[in-house]
């Protein structure tokens, strides 16, 4: 059974920075793209990055671009996405999510793209 577990929320003043990981099993990691993704309330679940099963190719959202980078290791079976310069607009249940296609050669921004979600990490960035 494929598990992705977020961790590395929590509570920032906006300029500050948080690191946040996702680690998988039950599958091979290392094969598969990756995304993240955030859900504010009252909105719908937005695309924030994504990264080929490579490592090699990544994608931003316009929102984030500049300020987040995201990264994996195979070897840990580990994804993370680093944050900078966080501001009030970026509060949100932030995902991990696998995408169901095996070597996809496409990286997706949909999350009709992802099979297998985590189980989400709060982000609030306030004063």
């Known amino acids: 059974q494929v598990q992705l577990i977020e961790s590395g929320g929590g509570l920032v003043q906006p300029g500050e920075s948080l690191r946040l990981s996702c680690a998988a099993s039950g599958r091979t990691f290392n094969n598969y793209n990756m995304g993240w993704f955030r859900q504010a309330p009252g909105k719908e679940r937005e695309f924030v990055a994504a990264?080929?099963?490579?490592?090699?190719?990544?994608y931003y959202a316009d929102s984030v671009k500049g300020r987040f980078t995201i990264s994996r290791d195979n070897a840990k079976n580990t994804m993370y996405l680093q944050m900078n310069s966080l501001n009030s607009e970026d509060t949100a249940v932030y995902y991990c999510?696998?995408?169901?296609?095996?070597?996809?050669?496409?990286?997706?921004?949909?999350?009709?793209?992802?099979?297998?979600w985590g189980q989400g990490t709060q982000v609030t960035v306030s004063s």
């Open positions: 999510a696998s995408d169901r296609t095996f070597r996809g050669v496409v990286v997706g921004t949909s999350p009709l793209r992802y099979d297998y």
């Open positions: 990264i080929s099963w490579s490592g090699g190719r990544t």
